[in-house]
């Protein structure tokens, strides 16, 4: 009897000792960007080496950058399947799929990413996205910087944009554009300096901060502060890959991802839409704002963007409603 204990206790330590040289689970990080955008020097870098170094050696996190693993367009899919680990990217290719959180997309209904991303997180963990979240493990969501059109040529009004061809890289952006009389032309990020360098566009919508990640500010001059409202991002996880994990990994995910990630690019969001005008500024672009008058135009003319949203998307007003309550609540608090 007394063997049999021994042995027994021997072989647990020798499970233990074998658990602890085990080689760590790699997972590998699709990220959808440059490795100088602050999304991930703010974000990913960081992030990734604190959920290591908390993972008790059962985790290694491997970025890799642009489309190596996969684009904007097929990044989501690849996490569901397994192709990829984790991801990090935007929802304009996943409209139709993510109806619910593009409803900080919609214009004139946010005035800052920082308020958009912690909404946005807000209403996740509130349960208000439930049915759109199902095949993945969100490990966070966020807002980007708003929305500039940065142009060769001067754009101040509608006036100004009719028969325009902008380059977009989201559906509602275009239909912003288009609502305006400007011609929207759908592109892909990485498609958009050539198009900008060749005139086959005269511009570009983006964020404030991926005009520079896309170096779109090289051959542009004027920048137009527009209110397209802000693109929701994620960094998703392949839910089964998730659950597999050792019990110190999932935890060292769970105290780095959520409220805390949440918060860390909320802010840097928002620091890097605004560093980025001083630079503009410094490479002799003109940036402007519309007058109030020309803003009260372009938002009933772009009315028919927030109606289509609430007709496509299953209970859309209780969504949109629960978003403006957000979003109240963090202007009140800030006052």
């Known amino acids: 009897m007394r063997k049999s204990l021994l042995a027994t206790a021997l072989a647990a330590v020798a499970l233990g000792a074998q658990a602890a040289h085990a080689d760590p689970t790699l997972l590998k990080f699709g990220f959808t960007a440059p490795p100088t955008s602050w999304v991930n020097t703010q974000g990913a870098d960081p992030w990734s080496r604190e959920v290591m ?5 059962t985790l290694d996190i491997k970025i890799f950058y642009g489309t190596a693993l996969g684009n904007v367009a097929n990044i989501y899919d690849r996490t569901v399947n397994g ?17 619910k959180v593009n409803v900080t997309s919609l214009p004139f209904e946010t005035k800052t990413c920082t308020e958009g991303a912690l909404a946005l997180w807000s209403l996740y963990k509130k349960g208000v996205l439930d049915s ?19 142009s060769k040529k001067l754009i101040r009004n509608s006036a100004d944009l009719a028969g325009v061809k902008i380059a977009t890289t989201n559906r509602v952006l275009a239909q912003g554009i288009q609502l305006l009389g400007g011609v929207p032309v759908t592109l892909m990020p990485t498609e958009l ?9 005269n511009g570009v919508t983006l964020s404030w901060a991926a005009v520079s990640i896309f170096k779109v500010d090289e051959i542009t001059k004027y920048d137009l502060d527009t209110p397209f409202g802000v693109g929701p991002s994620y960094y998703f996880m392949n839910k089964d890959v998730y659950a ?37 500024l410094a490479r002799g672009h003109t940036i ?48």
């Open 288 to 335: 402007s704002e519309l007058e109030p008058a020309e803003a009260e135009r372009w938002k009933q003319r772009v009315t028919p963007i927030t109606e289509e949203w609430l007709r496509a998307t299953k209970d859309g007003d209780k969504v949109l409603a629960a978003y403006r309550r957000e979003i109240a609540a963090l202007r009140a608090a800030a006052r």
């Open 53 to 57: 170094a908390d993972a008790d050696g």
């Open 244 to 280: 597999r994990l050792p019990e110190a990994g999932r935890r060292a995910l769970d105290k780095h991802s959520g409220d805390a990630l949440n918060a860390r690019l909320a802010k840097a969001c928002q620091e890097a839409g605004m560093a980025n005008r001083p630079n503009l």
């Open 132 to 150: 759109e979240m199902g095949a993945v493990k969100p490990l966070v969501l966020f807002t980007f910087p708003g929305y500039v059109m940065s």
């Open 193 to 201: 300096y050539q198009s900008v360098q060749r005139d086959l566009v």
């Open 83 to 99: 192709v990829v680990e984790i991801s990090f990217g935007t929802f304009g290719d996943l409209t139709g799929q993510f109806q």
